[in-house]
């Protein structure tokens, strides 16, 4: 049992309860846009409403054959050119044109004052008479008629002076050296002692190659024929550069 007081009787003022704010989305305002730019209608198979049609919109005969355009006369793109129509039978001859010309007096002169045309050259290579031109057919010699033939060619000449003027600036330079004693020839007879010299050691290191073991199964026996296959190379090239060159210089 509720026992009342006496500050229940005294009035007192009613308290509201405030309510949450209430949620709003954050995509409220393009999915409005979205909307309203009738997206939607298109996203199904056709339109989501399809207008009715009217009673005067309905298939008419020959609605859907292709436009043709209009008909226009034809003109060819060289009509310029095109020469006059023949007369009709019926239009009367251009009368009364008269000349002074003396035909027979100008085909005489015309005819005595041309220069004889010179028959093409032609040959026949089948007895029905088949005929074809000679000149193209290499059958007659016509380069020996050219002014310049048997002539030495201009570039053979301009290569043979470029030749013989660097054969003379490397003489001259070879002069100049011998002058300051920079440089001396070798003579044949020092040229072939060091050839035969190149060649002696060549057979000697090529007589010990030959006695090496035919299994190379320790690092010694290895590194000594890799050592003499490399002297008998360099040989073979000494003894190739001095073959091919007659003229030495020593610095």
Wanted: proline content about 8%.
């Amino acid at each position: 049992m509720e026992l009342g007081t006496i500050y229940s009787l005294i009035p007192q003022e009613e308290v509201k309860q405030q309510k949450p704010p209430r949620h709003v989305s954050k995509f409220k305002q393009p999915v409005k846009t979205e909307y309203v730019s009738k997206k939607a209608d298109y996203k199904t198979m056709g339109q989501a409403k399809v207008p009715v049609p009217t009673t005067d919109n309905f298939l008419k005969k020959h609605s859907k054959e292709p436009q043709l355009p209009d008909k226009r006369e034809f003109k060819y793109p060289d009509g310029e050119r095109k020469r006059p129509e023949i007369p009709e039978k019926a239009d009367p001859p251009l009368m009364g044109l008269k000349t002074t010309k003396n035909f027979i007096t100008t085909n005489a002169v015309q005819n005595i004052t041309s220069v004889p045309k010179r028959p093409e050259k032609i040959y026949v290579d089948t007895r029905k008479g088949d005929k074809n031109y000679l000149q193209p057919s290499g059958l007659e010699p016509v380069f020996i008629h050219k002014k310049e033939y048997g002539n030495k060619p201009q570039y053979l000449s301009r290569r043979q002076d470029e030749m013989r003027k660097a054969q003379e600036e490397y003489n001259a330079y070879v002069s100049e050296h011998f002058r300051r004693g920079a440089m001396q020839q070798l003579s044949e007879d020092e040229r072939n002692a060091i050839l035969q010299g190149l060649k002696k050691n060549w057979e000697e290191i090529h007589d010990q190659y030959q006695g090496l073991s035919v299994v190379t199964d320790t690092a010694p026996k290895k590194n000594r024929k890799e050592r003499m296959e490399a002297e008998m190379k360099q040989l073979e090239r000494d003894i190739e550069s001095i073959e091919r060159h007659r003229v030495i210089y020593i610095a």
